[in-house]
């Protein structure tokens, strides 16, 4: 038998020793890929969203945002506790960093997000009477948008404001929101009203997840809308964030997006991803063919809802939340077993890539 060398030896033995790691890797599902790309087929603009030490970093990771996408998000480097670690400190590296790449590969740059009940603790210990709260909050919003205006397109003005039963999160504990308990339901319309201010060009974004199965969240969503209208608040644009599962029932997805449509706002998928453990922690979970099919068809699915059902005029476009199933947020924050984006680890395709492009084909 021909002899191994000892550095195969040796990685075969580190490969076969207990106690690994058991997120198996994604299987690439090919080695050679074609010039078909996400941004090439949509006739929308096609994003990710992007943190900034993997760009700088990892070539794999920049060089798949630069080949399918044409727009992009920060997935947290534009949030409070990033742009705004104390009262007086604003630090914008990080942020500027992206938008600098972006421009230097004319990429569009979608601002996430302006205002979000999830902040930094030094928000919850903020000291002030009711004028003292909307100072801090016009602030941010003015310094924020400000600093960004002509550089970022568009802006989710206000995140995740409704319950899924479509009550208004208001209150102080972590699941609530603290800018209702302290300013009031209206301190949305006003959020809103700051951002124009700053950055009249701006599009402004009402981003939430869930529209997709709570029709109660969807409703106070357009009735949102509507009122905003009524009283000529500037809004243009409706975030659906999408973080859905193989379980979700696309019929929920035509349904949110046939009523947000008709607000006539434009309609932005702002942060899809599929997960494949249906939002349950399974450490027994494994990756298989069977899973990747389903999660291909479903992200054809959704695709295909949004181009039938949004008129051209109000794609905004589809954005995935990270490139690759390694960078997901799902690993991070709900279990390490699941693969819910269209890019393995490697930064190879995956099924759920063709999924993609087939629901952009129809
Ligand atoms: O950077 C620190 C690191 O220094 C530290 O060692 C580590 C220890 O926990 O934390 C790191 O920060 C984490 C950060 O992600 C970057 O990885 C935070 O703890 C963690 O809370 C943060 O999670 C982000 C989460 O929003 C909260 O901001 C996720 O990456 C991000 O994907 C997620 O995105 C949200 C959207 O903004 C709104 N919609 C839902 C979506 C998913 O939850």
Redesign the pocket.
């Known amino acids: 038998m021909k002899k191994l060398p000892l550095l195969v030896l040796t990685s075969l033995f580190l490969a076969c020793k207990p106690g690994q790691p058991t997120v198996t890797p994604t299987p690439p599902v090919s080695t050679t890929e074609s010039d078909v790309t996400l941004k090439g087929t949509a006739p929308f603009p096609m994003g990710a ?1 992007v ?1 900034p030490g993997l760009l700088a970093n990892k070539s794999a990771y920049r060089d798949r945002v630069l080949k399918e996408h044409n727009s992009i998000t920060a ?2 480097a534009m ?1 409070w ?1 990033w742009l705004h670690p104390s009262e007086k400190v604003f630090d914008f590296k990080d942020a500027d960093g992206i938008v600098t790449f972006a421009q230097q590969n004319k990429m569009r740059v979608h601002g ?2 302006l205002l ?1 009940h ?1 902040g930094p603790t030094w928000i919850s210990n903020f000291y002030g009477d009711s004028l003292a709260w909307e100072n801090l909050m016009k602030t941010h919003i003015e310094t924020v948008a400000g600093h960004f205006k002509g550089k970022v397109a568009s802006w989710d003005v206000v ?2 404001a409704f319950r899924d039963n479509g009550t208004l999160r208001n209150g102080f504990d972590t699941d609530n929101s603290i800018w209702a308990a302290k300013l009031g339901p209206d301190y949305i319309a006003r959020a809103f009203r700051y951002a124009a201010a700053a950055d009249p060009n701006a599009v402004l974004f009402y ?1 939430d ?1 869930g529209q997709e199965g709570n029709p109660a969240k969807t409703a106070a969503i357009v009735s949102l809308v509507n009122d905003f209208k009524k009283r000529g608040i500037p809004i243009h644009g409706i975030g659906l ?1 999408m ?1 859905i599962s193989l379980s979700t029932n696309i019929a929920g997805v035509e349904t949110a997006l046939k009523e947000l449509t008709a607000t006539g706002l434009k309609i932005h998928l702002s ?1 899809l991803d599929v997960n494949m453990s249906n939002f349950q922690k399974n450490p027994a979970l494994r990756y298989s063919d069977a899973l990747a099919q389903q999660q291909r068809e479903k992200y054809r699915q959704v695709v295909s809802a949004y181009k039938k059902l949004v008129p051209a005029a109000q794609q905004f476009g589809i954005t995935n ?2 490139v690759g199933d390694g960078d ?2 799902i690993r ?2 709900i279990q390490p077993n699941d693969w819910p984006l269209p890019f393995d680890e490697g930064y190879a395709r995956k099924p759920a890539w063709f999924g993609m492009i087939d629901g952009l084909k129809e």
Request: no cysteine; aromatic share 18%.
């Open positions: 969203s943190d997935e947290n949030k506790g996430h997000t979000w999830n995140n995740e981003n997840y964030q973080h942060e939340w990270n997901s947020w991070q924050l």
